[in-house]
Nanobody, 123 residues
Framework: QVQLVDSGGGLVQAGGSLRLSCTNSGRTFNNPAMGWFRQAPGKEREFVAGIRWGSGTTEYADSVKGRFTISRENDKKTVFLQMNSLKPEDTAVYYC????????????????WGQGTQVTVSS
């Protein structure tokens, strides 16, 4: 059983920073990927960032490149999302996700989800 516990959201002013974290407290996989999606009110859930556990390679949505950084802590099965220069349009519920195998050249397709954490950026 996989259990993703995400945290770190909150209220911040535009230009500020937040750090999200997500820990997989359940079973592990040989070469998974973990990442973050977000969903704003009235919008579809969208990919934000992902990291392949073995290689450490990362991918980002164009809207967050240069502002957000995803990283991992292998022994703690934890992934982080450092969010800098936050904008009001970053306001959303952020969901941690895990894909058992994320093949190169394909979109991140989550097999498991965290419960979500709210990020609100005020102008």
């Amino acid at each position: 059983q996989v259990q993703l516990v995400d945290s770190g959201g909150g209220l911040v002013q535009a230009g500020g920073s937040l750090r999200l974290s997500c820990t997989n407290s359940g079973r592990t996989f040989n070469n998974p990927a973990m990442g973050w999606f977000r969903q704003a009110p009235g919008k579809e859930r969208e990919f934000v960032a992902g990291i392949r556990w073995g290689s450490g390679t990362t991918e980002y949505a164009d809207s967050v490149k240069g502002r957000f950084t995803i990283s991992r802590e292998n022994d703690k099965k934890t992934v982080f999302l450092q969010m800098n220069s936050l904008k009001p349009e970053d306001t959303a519920v952020y969901y941690c996700a895990l894909e058992k195998v994320w093949s190169s050249g394909t979109s991140f397709s989550a097999d498991y989800w965290g419960q979500g954490t709210q990020v609100t950026v005020s102008s």
